[in-house]
């Protein structure tokens, strides 16, 4: 989509929150672009609204790319050539263009107070008449002024939108046009002075030298002002970014995803045991094809396939089922070591267990065997559980399904079974307990094992039983059925 020759594309998010599934989804399309068209990718903190934007949310949205693998050119601890990136530091800079633009002519102060310009907003609607600013302060004579001054007025500056239109062509949407009508004059900096960040994204978009802006679709409608202040600050037409709107995410049930909707802040995915490449995986997808059915695909493969042509305008809907099935098989997808590196902070943070070279060595036996079977890695504590627990007993909601008179014999057959068995490996485990308890007393296995399980694991729900104990060792299956038998 480019004819520009460097790409320069940004990403710059209000970390007004956690980074949600909407705002990782537009830095993952920027940071593919630019890394398949070999340009640059600029992380800026738009951080003028310091009462939501905090400087904890800065830093989890800087450590929530770098988690994910999204690493940018200039910003935040690389610095670079355009800085600073944080928007707060560059106050002077606003301000610098906001008196420029008031001695052009482009600006003006306007000296409404809330309360009436709520007022006239009512008014509007009760006239169905599009709402917005209604002009008022456009022409004020030096008396008016001078009146609203004694009165102790502060005014904020105003962007004139002259008649007419804004027309531009969007990367992905085609040519998009907006009615000035419908583009009242907008406040450019509050009475303190502090900037909107209408013109302070088109500010540094212009002087970052950004050639391309991907965003969500919810910024379209603010592109005919940002425009606006290209123009008040004489760039030419052909120095202007291009924009590419990316299409909604949307949830299952059709509503906007939101910000402020905890479900969906990344760092909730992170904590739920979603691996980054799955998110980004799954990310990629919403919106975006690789141009076959394909869905497992990697982060070379992505940088490799990404271009806007392939950007779809309609809206994406957001399936968590989707990013299970992607993380499973990226789980499945990892080599023993990878997996143990990735599973031991959830088991640390359990305290499961405390990171004993013993532990490691257990650790690596029984993560294969439960590597087919999980979703994601939260899983994992509650799974291995029953191999590291210094006062294993069975839980009182799972021990009453094992007291019956079935249970019981199907335990005591078990233990005289395994009592006598030489060989402790699952194979013969197996065998012998399928031949007591399936072949000889002809139980369905479901019944025959599930007892078992309880007894040794605690839980209906473990890895492959004869695994399971194996991994236990002999003596330690052995006190736990006679534990359960002598209840
Ligand atoms: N800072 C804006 C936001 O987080 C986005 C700026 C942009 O991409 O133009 O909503």
Same mark, same amino acid.
């Given at each position: ?46 951080? +003028? ?16 790319? /770098? ?11 690389? #610095? ?17 263009? +906001? ?23 009512? &008014?509007?609607?009760?006239? &169905? ?5 209604? #002009? ?26 002259? /008649? ?47 050639? &391309? ?13 940002? @425009? ?36 969906? %802040? ?31 695909? +990697? ?28 993380? #499973? ?24 267990? %405390? ?5 490691? /060595? ?6 294969? @065997? ?36 079935? %249970? ?8 005289? /079974? ?62 736990? @059925? ?6």
């Amino acid at each position: 989509m480019s004819n520009k020759s460097q790409v320069r594309v940004r990403f710059a998010p209000s970390p007004t929150g956690d980074l949600h599934v909407g705002n990782i989804r537009t830095a993952l399309f920027d940071w593919a672009y630019a890394r398949h068209t070999g340009g640059k990718l600029i992380f800026r903190i738009e951080d +003028t609204d310091k009462e939501r934007v905090t400087d904890q949310y800065i830093q989890a949205a800087i450590d929530t790319l /770098k988690w994910l693998g999204l690493n940018w050119d200039e910003g935040p601890e690389v #610095g670079g050539e355009y800085g600073p990136y944080l928007q707060s530091q560059r106050l002077d800079i606003y301000k610098t263009w +906001t008196e420029k633009f008031l001695n052009q002519g482009d600006a003006y102060h306007c000296y409404c107070s809330s309360a009436e310009l709520e007022e006239r907003r009512q &008014h509007q609607m009760k006239n &169905h008449q599009a709402p917005g600013y209604d #002009g008022k302060c456009r022409d004020l004579t030096t008396q008016q002024v001078a009146d609203y001054k004694s009165a102790g007025r502060e005014p904020v500056v105003r962007m004139r939108m002259p /008649k007419g239109e804004t027309v531009f062509v969007d990367a992905i949407r085609g040519e998009v046009k907006f009615e000035h009508e419908y583009v009242p004059d907008f406040v450019l900096a509050r009475a303190d002075g502090s900037p909107l960040y209408t013109l302070a994204v088109a500010v540094d978009d212009i002087l970052m030298k950004v050639t &391309h802006v991907l965003r969500g679709e919810d910024l379209l409608s603010s592109t005919p002002r940002q @425009i606006r202040v290209y123009q008040a600050m004489q760039v030419a037409p052909a120095d202007y970014p291009i924009f590419a709107h990316l299409p909604f995410v949307m949830g299952q049930d059709n509503a906007k995803l939101s910000k402020r909707n905890g479900e969906v %802040s990344i760092a909730w995915y992170r904590e739920q045991g979603f691996l980054p490449e799955a998110i980004c995986n799954y990310l990629a997808l919403l919106g975006w094809s690789p141009g076959d059915d394909k869905e497992n695909i +990697t982060m070379a493969e992505l940088v490799e396939l990404f271009t806007v042509e392939r950007v779809n305008s309609s809206p994406a809907k957001f399936d968590i089922k989707k990013l299970e099935a992607i993380n #499973g098989d990226k789980i499945r997808a990892l080599k023993l070591d990878e997996f143990l590196d990735r599973s031991l902070p959830f088991l640390l943070s359990a305290k499961i267990i %405390s990171g004993s070279a013993d532990e490691i /060595k257990v650790l690596k036996s029984a993560l294969p @065997i439960i590597q087919e079977r999980i979703v994601n890695l939260a899983e994992i504590p509650q799974m291995l559980n029953f191999l590291f627990v210094k006062d294993f007993t069975v839980s009182p909601e799972e021990l009453p399904k094992i007291l019956d008179d079935a %249970s019981q014999q199907v335990l005591k057959v078990a233990l005289a /079974k395994v009592e006598s068995l030489t060989d402790w490996d699952h194979q013969s485990i197996e065998a012998v307990l399928r031949k007591a308890l399936i072949d000889e007393l002809g139980l369905k296995p479901r019944i025959a094992f599930s007892s078992l399980r309880i007894a040794v694991t605690g839980s209906h729900i473990s890895p492959p039983l004869f695994e399971s104990l194996e991994l236990l060792g002999k003596e330690r299956s052995i006190t736990r @059925i006679k534990a359960v038998i002598s209840k």
